[in-house]
């Protein structure tokens, strides 16, 4: 019986990704070397292309041993102590940071940059720790508040005015139960304001992506071990269709799955390259 595989024409990178990966390989193509600040793209298989073609990861502890050389600064964003380390080190940036990442820094910093007495409690709906987060963070001199769910708001003091901001590729929905809950909590009169930073091109990919789930028997959904979005996103496909597998390349694929599956759809994360995906199709069709 012939197999329907099909490639989700949705899925792949974002933006802000061929963004980064487009100015690395134009550097590359021109200098063969580039130094780039954390993973480029949270995505094992593509990073191992890359540093192939010249592209060196590095951490922040390496980047201040650095002097006179070029650093890619990935989608994800950079703290403001970063630039400075940069400059002090003569280091030439090049800034990949995405628009929608950049925005967002930029107003969690005019809602910080006030006289201390009108500033606001400044609270994340994010990932401790994740680079883009480390990067909001650092807007407000490592004051902000990051929580993760409605269980971290003890953190928080209600009897104080809140500014709620949200990581760019977390849940609407998730965001939106924040927003209830600080809502209930809060004194009377005191001010809150939540400002919607989710980026669209991610979110509203989860509606496209269930309902291309639901179409096929067999789901193989594509991510990096380290993607967020990638388990975000697997979530909401086994969501709908429970035969959704979560694999980081072709050679996790086990043939059993496959079986008497008539029709298999292959998708992926913010970070999963095209490649990727084909290569995975190319290995269903060759079992």
Request: aromatic share 6%; charged share 25%.
């Amino acid at each position: 019986m012939d197999k329907k595989v099909e490639i989700d024409s949705d899925s792949g990178f974002c933006f802000g990704v061929v963004t980064a990966i487009k100015k690395a390989e134009e550097e590359l193509a021109e200098t063969g070397s580039l130094y780039c600040l954390g993973d480029i793209v949270h995505n094992s298989d593509e990073v191992q292309r890359l540093s192939g073609k010249g592209l060196k990861i590095i951490t922040h502890e390496e980047l201040e041993q650095l002097k006179n050389v070029k650093v890619l600064l990935r989608a994800h964003g950079e703290p403001p102590s970063t630039y400075q380390m940069a400059k002090r080190n003569n280091i030439e940036i090049i800034d990949a940071t995405c628009p929608v990442v950049l925005r967002l820094q930029q107003r969690i910093k005019k809602s910080f940059d006030v006289d201390e007495k009108q500033r606001p409690q400044i609270v994340i709906y994010g990932k401790k720790g994740h680079a883009e987060v480390n990067g909001l963070v650092g807007q407000t001199l490592g004051q902000a508040i990051v929580i993760e769910n409605t269980d971290e708001l003890d953190k928080v003091d209600f009897s104080r005015p809140i500014a709620l901001y949200s990581q760019t590729t977390k849940s609407l929905t998730g965001f939106q139960e924040i927003i209830k809950e600080i809502g209930c909590r809060m004194h009377p009169g005191v001010k809150f304001e939540s400002f919607d930073t989710i980026c669209r091109r991610v979110s509203n990919r989860v509606e496209k992506l269930q309902r291309f789930a639901e179409n096929h028997d067999l789901v193989l959904f594509v991510a990096g071990k380290k993607s967020s979005n990638g388990k975000v996103l697997y979530a909401h496909c086994h969501e709908v269709n429970p035969n959704t597998r979560l694999i980081a390349n072709a050679n996790e694929i086990d043939p059993e799955w496959i079986g008497a599956a008539t029709s298999i759809g292959i998708c992926g994360a913010t970070s999963t390259p095209r490649w990727l995906m084909e290569e995975v199709k190319w290995k269903i069709l060759s079992l």
